[in-house]
């Protein structure tokens, strides 16, 4: 029974090498089709730059490839040509790894102009026509609907076929990272993309950082948060057409007036504003005035030139002017890489020969524009053919600008809390220079008041008294004796205005000046006291009472003397306007600040009245000097009900 088992084991197991077909050999040139993404081999791919303008065609690629005019990719994924007007033709052989009938895709992530696909079934026969889009249609109106842009092609189970990809780019380089995958497969890869390649976040970041400065902008008016978001938004704009997000997340206008301008000429745009912000970091208008006109003719020339390829390049595609498109792709391709050395150059003249802040600004800047230059130049290098490196998804220049943003925000935050500090160090300059003019304003006025009661005091004082008193004399008297009656009512008032005159001279002198002239300024008290009892002499006056504190007297000269003349003018103001019969002045000492009170019973006014009509110039020039001296005025008053006028000085 063991050797009947035994039997029977050996001939099942040696069935299939007997009675079976074996397998076909895999193809080294073969790209095996899935349902996940696939990326190209080396022997799977073959291209070949076709100069001939005219319209592709499948017997027209078939005869190339018979003509031995392909040749290999090489090793990378991704196809790079550089700057070039012909025509790409690339050859892939593919097989269908699954048991039914599939739908496939060939995608392409960067923009062309068009692209069309033939099949060869088999590799037999003439390639046909099979799918093709226009890249200048959003993703909604492609053949796919999809980021990318996408080819499609049917083929049956474990079908082989030999696929021709006709590619038309004459407004930029050739640099075309190019994938297959089932169509249903690449759908659920493309859902998942922005969570899988970093862009949720990034996206994220770009588009906040654009807004905080808008907002920033509108608070404190300061150019380089302007700049900065147009910096980010362009940047932003740029990696998303690098990337072939624009077709699904951008408008067809929007999406139509990214490849107008191209996407070098977005780039060219971002890296004119960030110069902007490296001229207004490093404070170039102020410090070096040449930089600041290199900066400003680099960002005018990158500007006018993207408007200039706008306007040019889409009559120079409709004509095919391979010459003309040619220079306005090498022209951009030049003034790129001068705008980027340019700001290198800005940034270590600065660095080089700077003062010690300049410098220190340079270093700050110099690490922040570090990544800049990393990714922009490896981006460069990359499309103009000269390297192939990708280390990371989704690319290096995406990566460049996150760091950028997030050092330049630190930068830009230090540069806000540097402004804080330097406007409130100009505030406090310019209170205390407001404050220096308000004291040599008050020391002109009390110059000017002394030399006019010094006046008052020598000059017309003993003349009205020599005056008064001549007019009473031996002579003048005998001549009244025999003069009418009417000459000596004359004489009698005459005499009363003298005296009257003689009063008020002395009043305003000893009101401008509380002790004579070339004597020593007494205390504040006793000024005080010097100047009511010197304005109650007077017959058909008002009473004038006051309380000084005696403590008033140890106040810094200054501050008495400012005192004084706030008293002396609240007093000649309610004299010549109050029309009172009591006046009552307090000085009070307090302990922070000196209180000036002068309160009289006389008519009041409106405070709502105009000016003219409360008092004119006095009260005026009170509150003028109470604000050199950060003081409060408080007035109040109702017409009838006298006035209460309240000055705090502090201490």
């Known amino acids: 029974m063991s050797r009947i088992l035994l039997a029977c084991w050996l001939c099942l197991a040696l069935l299939p090498t007997a009675g079976l077909s074996q397998p076909k050999p895999l193809l080294p040139d073969t790209l095996f089709l899935r349902d996940t993404t696939a990326l190209l081999p080396s022997p799977a791919l073959t291209y070949y730059l076709d100069p001939d303008p005219g319209p592709g065609s499948g017997p027209g690629v078939a005869a190339l490839w018979a003509a031995g005019k392909f040749r290999p990719m090489g090793p990378a994924r991704v196809f790079q040509a550089g700057f070039t007007q012909d025509r790409l033709w690339l050859r892939a052989v593919v097989a269908n790894t699954l048991a039914q009938r599939t739908r496939f895709v060939w995608s392409l992530y960067s923009f062309v102009d068009s692209a069309t696909l033939f099949v060869q079934p088999a590799g037999r026969g003439v390639p046909r026509y099979a799918a093709g889009t226009n890249c200048r249609l959003v993703a909604t ?93 362009l940047g932003t704009w740029f990696l998303v057409m690098e990337d072939s997000l624009d077709g699904g997340l951008l408008p067809q206008g929007a999406y139509g007036l990214g490849w107008q301008i191209g996407q070098y000429g977005i780039l060219l745009l971002a890296m004119a504003c960030g110069l902007r912000i490296m001229a207004l970091f490093l404070r170039l208008r102020q410090a070096w005035p040449r930089l600041h006109r290199l900066s400003w003719g680099l960002s005018a020339t990158a500007a006018l030139y993207v408007v200039l390829y706008a306007l040019v390049v889409e009559p120079a595609r409709r004509a095919r002017a391979r010459g003309l498109l040619a220079s306005l792709h090498n022209g951009r391709e030049v003034l790129l890489w001068l705008v980027l050395l340019g700001g290198c150059f800005i940034l270590a003249t600065v660095w080089a020969r700077g003062r010690r802040p300049q410098r220190q600004l340079a270093r700050l800047y110099g690490f922040t524009y570090l990544f800049f230059i990393i990714g922009t130049g490896n981006f460069l290098l990359n499309h103009t053919g000269w390297v192939n490196i990708h280390l990371v998804e989704p690319n290096s220049l995406a990566w460049g600008l996150a760091a950028e943003l997030l ?19 100009w505030r406090v300059r310019h209170l205390r ?78 009101a401008l000046l509380p002790n004579p002239p070339g004597g020593e300024q007494p205390p504040l008290p006793e000024a005080v006291v010097l100047l009511t009892e010197t304005l109650s002499l007077t017959d058909d006056g008002p009473v004038v009472a006051c309380y000084c504190d005696p403590a008033t007297a ?70 003028a000097r109470a604000g050199y001296l950060r003081g409060q005025v408080l007035v109040s008053t109702q017409p009838g009900r006298g006035t209460v006028i309240t000055v705090e000085l502090p201490v």
């Open 141 to 233: 109106r492609r053949p796919l609907p999809a980021r990318p842009y996408c080819l499609p092609f049917w083929l049956n189970a474990h079908e082989r076929a030999v696929l021709y990809l006709c590619v038309d780019n004459q407004t930029g380089s050739y640099y075309l990272p190019t994938r297959f995958a089932s169509a249903a497969g690449f759908m659920t890869h493309e859902y998942a993309l922005l969570f899988t390649s970093h862009w949720s976040w990034l996206l994220g970041l770009f588009g906040s950082s654009v807004l905080l400065n808008i907002l920033l902008f509108s608070l404190l008016r300061d150019p380089v948060h302007l700049w900065y978001a147009a910096y980010v938004l």
């Open 407 to 425: 050092t330049l925000s630190i930068l830009l935050t230090i540069r806000y809390r540097n402004a804080q500090r330097q406007n409130a160090a």
């Open 433 to 510: 220079e407001r404050a220096a003019a308000g004291q040599r304003l008050i020391a002109a006025q009390d110059e000017e008041r002394e030399a006019l009661a010094r006046e008052l005091h020598d000059a017309l004082a003993p003349g009205l008294t020599a005056l008064h008193l001549a007019w009473q004399g031996r002579s003048v008297r005998q001549a009244l004796a025999q003069a009418p009656p009417l000459l000596a009512e004359a004489h009698e008032h005459t005499e009363a205005l003298l005296r009257q005159l003689r009063h008020d001279v002395r009043t305003l002198s000893q």
């Open 554 to 623: 140890s106040l810094p000269v200054p501050m008495q003397q400012a005192a004084y003349r706030i008293v002396a003018e609240l007093l000649h103001n309610a004299l010549r306007h109050a029309q009172a019969q009591h006046v009552h002045v307090e000085v009070q000492r307090l302990p922070a600040s000196l209180r000036l009170t002068v309160r009289d019973d006389g008519r009041g006014f409106d405070p709502r009245s105009p000016a003219p009509r409360r008092g004119g110039l006095g009260l005026r020039g009170v509150q």
